[in-house]
């Protein structure tokens, strides 16, 4: 038969380790590391931690992304038993449009950067830096 009966074993891609090492996901796991002492050497951990340490993940994932705001504020999540309905960075003053429109080059605010190519799954990294890795080269 020409279909497909049984599922794939095997991943129909995998990314290279030139690839992975430049990612913003290792990024920021050596970030979080670096934070604090966490081993998440794969996404299955990070994903642990988490929902495990949430207060945690989001304060490094806000410097990490290098969120641009007059204040964080002291609280990082309020009614966190009540998902939908928590608040993260309840007491933050930020311009949610200059976060948006932050990018370091001449490409309007709503083009796609241009190493992106429709069908491939490279987009603007963060601080506006191209797809790929955290220097730019992808």
């Known amino acids: 038969s020409q279909y497909m009966t049984t599922p794939p ?3 129909l891609w995998r990314p290279s380790r030139a690839r992975i090492a430049g990612a913003n996901l290792t990024a920021f796991m050596s970030q979080a590391k670096a934070d604090w002492g966490i081993e998440c050497g794969n996404y299955d951990t990070l994903y642990d931690w988490s929902i495990a340490e949430i207060e945690k993940f989001w304060l490094s994932f806000w410097d990490f992304c290098g969120v641009i705001a007059e204040t964080r504020g002291e609280r990082v999540l309020i009614d966190g038993d009540k998902m939908p309905g928590a608040r993260f960075f309840p007491d933050a ?16 605010a709503l ?7 429709a069908g491939d799954r490279t987009c603007a990294g963060r ?3 191209e797809a790929g890795g955290r220097d730019g080269h992808g």
């Open 9 to 11: 074993t095997e991943p």
């Open 93 to 108: 003053k930020l311009n949610f449009a200059e976060n948006l429109l932050r990018r370091r080059d001449d490409t309007g």
């Open 111 to 117: 083009e796609p950067p241009s190493s992106y190519h």
């Open 127 to 129: 601080h506006g830096d």
